[in-house]
């Protein structure tokens, strides 16, 4: 599926050129959008460090999830910056959905909010990568809400979650999309949309005056909408 892309500082947009209905055998409409995510990295995942498909639904499009800078003076929740209202995290073997914010330094925010599994997931971290898949309805901010029509999506690898006034016992980790982790994708859920790794993400970054180890060096990853039961 061929698709459109524009890209504005460091936010990529894009969306599908065809988009469709797909259907039952017996003319049944199918209403169930999925989103598809996967990142494959340089090395095997460290079981122990977090990975995680960062969302983000307001729709704004010119702001999106990023990575937390390797110097800054506050780590929030020490998972990722930016703007975001989501996140699947794969830690320890485990897919969760949470429902989640950035945090401002000095104000005290909502806790996260765990929302179960994705839709679905696939764990073949023995060969370097992850997936899971979403419908779009896990994603509305409140039940009522119609799903959202466009997200801004980052994949965020963080070798160890260090929160304010905590000092990590190794030196963070941590990568994105482009070379500073700062690039993320501003999706249309469009059926048919797919996107892969076209000169967006590369191996090798340096974060912090460290080359990354190969276990948080995200190396490829995709995303896809489409039609699903």
């Given amino acids: 599926m061929k698709y459109r892309t ?3 500082g460091s936010l990529i947009v894009l969306s599908a050129l065809v988009c469709g209905c797909a259907k039952y055998p017996g003319g049944t409409l199918v209403t169930r959008r999925l989103l598809d995510l996967r990142m494959t990295l340089r090395g095997v995942p460290d079981p122990n460090a977090y990975y995680l498909f960062v969302i983000d639904t307001n729709g704004r499009g010119g702001d999106g999830p990023q990575v937390i800078a390797p110097l800054t003076s506050f780590l929030g929740n ?11 995290e794969y830690h320890q073997g485990r897919f969760e959905l949470f429902k989640d914010q950035p945090e401002e330094e000095g104000v005290t925010p909502p806790p996260r909010e765990a929302l179960g599994d994705p839709f679905a997931f ?4 023995s060969s370097g990568s992850l997936s899971c898949t979403l419908d779009l ?3 509305r901010q409140n039940t009522t809400d119609p799903s959202p029509t466009q997200l801004e999506v980052n994949f965020i690898t963080v070798n160890e ?10 030196p963070r980790q941590s990568d ?10 501003v999706l249309r859920m469009e059926n048919g949309l797919v996107v892969t790794n076209t000169g967006i993400e590369g191996t090798g970054e340096v974060f912090g005056g460290q080359q990354l180890d190969a276990a948080y060096d ?3 990853f995709s995303a896809a909408v489409r039609d699903g039961s």
């Avoid at 020490?78 to 996140?87: E, L, N, P, V, W």
């Fill in 78 to 88: 020490g998972r990722a910056t930016g703007s975001y209202t989501h996140y699947v």
């Fill in 137 to 139: 309805t896990q994603l």
């Fill in 161 to 170: 979650i260090v929160l304010p006034g905590e000092t990590p016992p190794v």
């Fill in 176 to 185: 994105g999309l482009g070379l500073d982790g700062n690039t993320f994708l």
């Fill in 122 to 125: 696939d764990d073949s971290s």
């Fill in 6 to 8: 524009a890209l504005v």
């Fill in 218 to 220: 995200i190396a490829d």
